[in-house]
């Protein structure tokens, strides 16, 4: 009897703790039942919201914009613009917008949703964890998983709205935040439809550089490690001054050697085009530290299970062409399409609207929503 009540404490102090992935074994050695588990309360951040429009693009007065946040499941409160179409009745099908990396929903991520909702749909522009009017300390920190979770949580938010139908939800992920959304959609059930626009995978990029498929695994290898070695003695300094080194924005001045992408960047958030105050990816950069998890965390190694309708979009010009190219060989769903635009660059898809593809993305959502 003894041995028997070991056996079962073993197996529910490593379903605590490891969760989910041993659940069907536990299940064979003792019923598990939540009925009178403990929950835990959630207790959103007071956060401060600019009440004057900030944004990068006009206001759009067919829709209905206002500020509103919600809890992910790390505690973060974050801070989001709504828009909804003017006039509507019952309920309307959902879509969480969030990117680019190191943007704020002030610059791209809020276009793409004021427009989406003059098309219909009720949509969410976030900040993400860490980032512009949304909660987390340290500033401007960065994560794979916990950026994966922000648009976890966001689905969690719509779907729970009463003038939101819970089962037509979709997401749009902007640069690196198309490879959060790709990574979301292999997790998260409720993603009914996802889009990708100008997508990043940062996990790659940051382990390996850019252009990777023209260098050996040797060559990623020793270069990953060199990379490791600085960024671990840097988190001794941190920890040592208490403070945390920023990886550095985007440059603020160009040379004519620089790459024609960095240029595009520069024009884009170093100037009144896209500039903001708020964004990292104009000001300080992310922390430096936030680069060795991504280097270990490949977000897109489940991408394959992706059973939903999946659209991705790119420019032609795109230095950044091969991120969606490649991920899209690697969905196995039969609703999948890979959209290139004629003649756009990589921030092209940022703001320009006579490139970025509303009318399909349109299209895309209320077919599959």
């Known amino acids: 009897m003894k041995r028997a009540f070991k056996n079962f404490l073993t197996a529910a102090l490593c379903l605590s703790i490891i969760g989910a992935p041993f659940a069907a074994d536990a299940k064979k050695l003792a019923p598990v039942d939540t009925t009178n588990a403990p929950s835990v309360k959630v207790s959103p951040e007071n956060l401060k919201l600019e009440k004057q429009w900030d944004k990068v693009f006009p206001r759009n007065y067919r ?3 206002r500020k509103v946040t919600f809890v992910n499941r790390y505690g973060i ?4 613009d709504l828009y909804e179409p003017t006039n509507y009745s019952g309920k309307l099908p959902a879509i969480a917008v969030a990117g680019p990396f190191g943007a704020v929903k002030e610059q791209v991520s809020g276009r793409y949703a004021q427009e989406m909702a003059t098309r219909g749909f009720i949509t969410i522009a976030f900040d993400p964890s860490f980032t512009g009017e949304s909660g987390g300390n340290p500033r401007n920190t960065t994560s794979p998983d916990i950026n994966t979770e922000d648009f976890c949580a966001a689905v969690d938010y719509l779907s729970t709205q009463a003038n939101v139908d819970a089962n037509q939800i979709g997401i749009i992920g902007i640069c690196g935040w198309g490879g959060f959304a790709l990574n979301a959609a292999a997790q998260d059930t409720r993603i009914k439809a996802t889009v990708t626009s100008t997508m990043y995978d940062m996990t790659r990029v ?9 260098k050996d695994a040797e060559t990623l ?5 060199e990379a490791r070695q600085k960024i671990s003695a840097q988190r001794t300094a ?3 001054s208490g403070t945390y080194q920023m990886a550095g924005a985007v440059p603020t001045e160009i040379t004519a050697d620089m790459p024609q992408f960095v240029k595009d960047y520069h024009d884009f958030y170093q100037t009144k085009r896209g500039y903001h105050k708020r964004s990292f990816g104009s000001t300080t950069g992310g922390t430096l530290s936030s680069s060795l998890v991504f280097m270990n965390m490949p977000i897109l190694f489940y991408s394959n299970e992706i059973e939903t309708p999946v659209l991705m979009i790119h420019g032609e010009k795109a230095h950044s062409r091969y991120f969606s190219e490649d991920a899209f060989k690697k969905l196995t769903g039969t609703n999948k399409e890979l959209l290139i635009v004629p003649g756009a660059s990589h921030v092209d898809l940022y703001d320009n609207v006579n490139k970025i593809p509303f009318d399909k993305i349109e299209a895309f959502f209320k077919a599959n929503l």
Request: hydrophobic residues 40%.
């Open 206 to 214: 940051i382990a390996n550089g850019y252009f990777d498929n023209d």
């Open 221 to 225: 290898r020793k270069a990953r490690m």
């Open 63 to 65: 829709v209905n914009h």
């Open 238 to 240: 941190d920890y040592r």
């Open 77 to 80: 409160t974050l801070a989001a």
